[in-house]
């Protein structure tokens, strides 16, 4: 069963977490939402979450895909988490997926872990790229980094996310349950 990692930080983006998860759930993937605090998590709409784990007992685990949602502050709060700077280091070093949405790609630019790949992102953060490295796309795939623009892309984003970790056959299989025509 592929394993996916979402953390989950006070701010985080309600339409980015909540379809993203549904969707990788429905596929099969085991996801885990992991808070970067205790309890509930307030999102920036005012919907409280309750993770599944809180993310230090999951540091060590083994996953396939790390996935960033954005929202603020979730971003920021995530951005300043020495945890999450040091699982994208570590992902990256495996080789391993990583996705981020909204405004989360500054988080793998502190990470230091972009180099030249290509990515989009929320365009109040598009100052933060490099213009040749930004991309005016709703989802960019660039090898293992996976990057959308917005919570109005966050399904096409999260069936992105089933092709590369299911294939099409699943894709489709999500696809058609769901009624999606994208």
Not at 19 to 33: E, F, K, W
Not at 70 to 80: A, E, F, V
């Amino acid at each position: 069963m592929k394993k996916v990692l979402v953390p989950i930080a006070p701010g985080f983006e309600e339409i980015e977490t909540i379809t993203v998860v549904d969707i990788l759930r429905r596929a099969g993937a085991r996801v885990i939402m992991a808070g970067t605090v205790l309890g509930l998590v307030e999102g920036s709409r005012g919907i409280n979450i309750k993770p599944d784990e809180l993310l230090d007992s999951v540091m060590e685990d083994d996953f396939e895909l790390i996935y960033l949602p954005g929202g603020q502050p979730g971003t920021d709060n995530l951005k300043k988490d020495i945890r999450i700077e040091n699982l994208l280091k570590r992902m990256l070093k495996q080789d391993k997926l990583i996705a981020a949405i909204c405004a989360a790609p500054v988080i793998l630019k502190k990470a230091g872990i972009l180099k030249n790949q290509f990515i989009t992102c929320h365009p109040s953060v598009q100052s933060e790229f490099k213009p040749e490295n930004y991309l005016i796309e709703r989802v960019v795939v660039d090898g293992n980094l996976i990057t959308s623009q917005s919570p109005g892309t966050a399904m096409e984003f999260a069936l992105k996310l089933v092709e590369i970790l299911f294939g099409l056959k699943r894709l489709q299989i999500i696809r058609d349950a769901i009624l999606a025509q994208i």
